[in-house]
């Protein structure tokens, strides 16, 4: 077997792992085998460029940062299904039906996900677009995230026709959910609300390689196309599960509404045993040409229909307000409750966010409150039972200082929050700060954790960032029983960081609003500390993706002395603040250039660097903004006619290496 040949060898048998794993659930080799495989088909791939395949298992990882996503029109629309509440509507339902059909027919009834709807059209068993529901006449294509989804296929296996289109929901199972919560919270950063609207905010990101750190997953429930295999919804999606896609196991066939009736009692009581989501049931009829002949109204298909579960809540005492304070000073206000069990955990604290939030409850001390977790892992108290208000119930009110340093606390602008200014002497915030600055994303400083931190607040080892520079291993050593190895790795790992590129070290700042992809935009513009210190707020809303409230934070950071102390110190112990540019020529530059096709000679990784290289800008989708298009062997039919249609300039790879007198 030649290299080649090992190429679309490793690329079907990675697939087969794939949907061993994450499909089936039934893992047929270990990670590590995995991952050597996966490594070994990238070399391969680095070697020979021109067998490039955006649908290897290799472009999973995502494909970097994008300006926008294309809008492209829905061949069959995405329309929403009519809700129903109550036993009494679904034999509604079930009457409108017999009214219009007089033969016998079947239900097939799904778990309705809590998720996001998406919709894939496959080409010849290659994944081609994944389209958003959009207004339900056109969506986005988010196709590089959807990529990252490990669940989705790249390319199908079987019989299955040559275009269609496949439906379904992407997801954020809880565990995974947690798990982002726990690493936000070690970050000092706000949890995330809901699996739901974080599932629906990881796709629409711009950064894909951002979006494959989620863990989504995603269940496929409704084939559409000209050529498919039945006239019979239930067994369309038993061949699309033979094609290779994740298809629920739940789905059930009924002969009549009684039964459909029983299916949803079962999952309203069981819903809470699963390892993600639902809300309700979806109910449709089977046959699809018993569907067209029922039709569609302006909104919905008669055919179908969704059955909301009621959120489950709970009634308790609000018995106190105790108040948080994160990292950038914000104060968070959390409701003591009496125990009570709700959903399968004993609830004894939820958030109450704000003072606004406090207001619009109109809640006090001692009132019974009921708290409701449908849609939220984190309990929320969605209303107030009045009639059991009584004398003993006091009014909330928000406190004026920090609970931890006695500081007056400010609400910033047009900002919910409440905020303590104080930066310099409020505990938590300090080593909030610290667990920042030493996090794998910013300095990723080995040894320390919060627990060092802790220590060595303890000891009076460290007050400010740049204290951890002059930490000295005889200082370490006393701390911890036998611990040569632990001083010796902290020490080590201090000196490491100095390494550390100027863009993470901006981050580790802690500059509220500044996040890891805004260090970035900020490092690539100003090049140098210096250069961002001097910048004036038009200079910074003037680069793409800076808005007002960043500016302002970045402004407002620097006016202030020991920022500028800090930054200074942490430069003269040889911390990195410039930045390292890969340009080398401005030939490019204020150029928006998209890349589509095959090219022989170059990756579209290599020809994305030398974009970048120089000071051009890559950009995913065409549009007015766009310069030219670098087009080669296959290139994207839709892009292609977008370009066309907007007069964008279309160039092949030696006008391109032309332009950089290459």
């Not at 778990?111 to 894939?120: E, M, R, T």
């Amino acid at each position: 077997m030649n290299d080649e040949q090992r190429i679309i060898s490793l690329r079907k048998e990675l697939e087969r792992y794939n949907h061993s794993y994450y499909i089936l659930d039934k893992p047929s080799i270990s990670d590590f085998e995995f991952d050597k495989l996966l490594d070994e088909l990238q070399e391969l791939e680095n070697k020979f460029p021109r067998l490039f395949d955006i649908n290897s298992p290799t472009e999973r990882v995502g494909d970097g940062l994008i300006s926008s996503f294309e809008t492209i029109d829905h061949k069959y629309p995405m329309l929403s299904l009519g809700n129903t509440y109550s036993e009494d509507d679904l034999f509604d339902f079930d009457k409108r039906i017999k009214k219009i059909i007089n033969t016998d027919f079947e239900y097939v009834c799904e778990l309705k996900y809590d998720g996001v709807s998406i919709s894939l059209i496959y080409e010849n068993g290659k994944l081609v677009q994944a389209l958003t529901r959009g207004d339900g006449s056109k969506g986005d294509n988010v196709i590089n995230n959807v990529r990252t989804i490990k669940s989705i296929p790249l390319e199908i296996f079987g019989d299955y026709p040559q275009r269609f289109e496949i439906r379904g929901e992407i997801f954020l199972p809880l565990k995974g959910f947690n798990k982002l919560n726990q690493q936000r919270e070690k970050n000092y950063l706000e949890p995330f609300s809901n699996p739901r609207n974080t599932a629906s905010g990881s796709l629409k990101m711009l950064d894909s390689r951002e979006v494959s750190k989620r863990p989504l997953d995603c269940y496929l429930y409704y084939l559409l196309g000209e050529n498919l295999p039945s006239d019979n919804h239930y067994t369309n999606l038993q061949h699309a599960r033979k094609w290779g896609f994740k298809i629920p196991d739940e789905i059930e066939v009924f002969n009549n509404i009684n039964d459909v009736n029983l299916f949803v009692g079962k999952w309203d009581n069981n819903r809470y045993n699963l390892s993600y989501e639902i809300d309700g049931i979806v109910i449709k009829v089977n046959n699809i040409n018993t569907q067209s002949k029922l039709g569609y109204t302006a909104k919905s298909p008669r055919w179908a229909i969704s059955y909301k579960f009621k959120a489950l809540q709970a009634k308790t005492k609000l018995l106190s307000v105790s108040y948080q304070v994160g990292r950038t000073g914000a104060i968070t206000p959390v409701a003591n409750l009496e125990p009570i069990l709700l959903a399968g955990t004993i609830v004894k604290r939820a958030s109450l966010h704000n003072e606004d939030q406090i207001h619009k409850l109109g809640i006090k001390i001692n009132d019974y409150v009921f708290i409701e977790k449908g849609g939220e892992i984190i309990p929320k108290i969605v209303s107030v039972s009045l009639k059991d208000r009584d004398s003993f119930a006091t009014s909330i009110e928000f406190i004026k200082n920090c609970p931890e340093c006695n500081e007056p606390l400010n609400r910033i602008g047009e900002d919910v929050k409440h905020y303590c200014i104080n930066q310099i002497n409020c505990l938590p915030q300090l080593k909030g700060r610290f667990e920042h600055f030493i996090s794998k994303k910013t300095l990723n400083i080995d040894g320390l954790g919060p627990e060092t931190i802790d220590l060595l607040f303890k000891n009076e080892k460290i007050k400010v960032l740049s204290d951890l520079y002059l930490l000295k291993y005889e200082d370490l050593l006393p701390l911890k029983k036998d611990g040569k190895k632990w001083s010796s790795n902290i020490i080590d790992g201090i000196e490491e960081s100095k390494k550390i590129t100027f863009e993470k070290v901006l981050f580790g700042l802690g500059i509220r609003y500044v996040g890891e992809t805004i260090s970035i935009i900020l490092c690539k513009n100003f090049n140098t500390i210096d250069n961002l210190i001097s910048a004036s707020y038009e200079d910074l809303i003037d680069v793409d993706e800076i808005g007002d409230r960043i500016a302002q934070s970045i402004i407002d950071y620097f006016a202030v002395s020991s920022n500028i102390d800090l930054v200074k110190r942490l430069t003269d112990f040889g911390l990195q603040f410039n930045y390292l540019s890969k340009v080398k020529s401005s030939i490019l530059k204020d150029k928006n250039i998209v890349i589509s096709g095959k090219f022989e000679d170059y990756s579209r990784e290599e020809l994305k660097a030398l974009v970048e290289e120089h000071n051009g800008k890559n950009i995913s989708s065409i549009s007015k903004k766009t310069t030219f298009v670098l087009a080669g062997e296959n290139i994207g039919p839709s892009k292609l006619k977008k370009a066309i249609n907007l007069e964008i300039e279309i160039i092949n790879i030696n006008q391109f290496l032309n332009i950089l007198n290459l």
